[in-house]
């Protein structure tokens, strides 16, 4: 972990707060080509009625669109939660080079924890991957929201 993933994690962090204003999980993601955002996003599968849109999803599609490319090599995503199948397929896919992430996702996670596509040899394409930066912070938010749910205060189809 460098002080550049810190500071980059920061950044994903306030996108996550993005998803909890509007009800939603809070997950968080920009993705960056070399030191600018060429992408950003945050959870709105409940906002979209969209399963898809999951903030990795949202940046990624971001970033294609602005830079008027699917391929996005070099680029590194920065996400407060480890990334599900669709998210790490949409990595490959588009040739994503770095992932960093906070939080583990022991249910979904395919970046070490149920899974580690990241070092399977049958894939296409390697993803650098950097985990548990800022991880108590982004455990920490994910934890809150999921606390207030309980209580009543986001709906029951988050």
């Not at 060429?38 to 971001?62: F, Q, V, Y």
């Amino acid at each position: 972990m460098t002080p550049r993933d810190v500071f980059w994690m920061k950044e994903a962090l306030l996108r996550a707060r993005n998803a909890m204003d509007e009800g939603d999980v809070p997950v968080g993601a920009i993705l960056l080509l070399g030191e600018t955002i060429i992408g950003e996003g945050w959870n709105r599968g409940r906002a979209t009625n969209d399963p898809t849109a999951h903030a990795e999803m949202l940046a990624i599609r971001s970033a294609a669109s602005r830079l008027g490319n699917y391929r996005l090599a070099g680029a590194s995503l920065y996400v407060t939660l480890e990334p599900c199948f669709m998210c790490f397929g949409a990595m490959l896919e588009g040739r994503i080079s770095r992932l960093v992430f906070g939080a583990r996702e022991p249910r979904r996670g395919v970046a070490g924890s149920i899974y580690d596509l990241h070092n399977d040899p049958r894939l296409h394409h390697r993803i650098e991957v950097v985990s548990g930066v800022l991880e108590e912070e982004s455990r920490s938010l994910l934890q809150n929201f999921f606390e207030k749910k309980r209580e009543g205060e986001y709906p029951e189809t988050v």
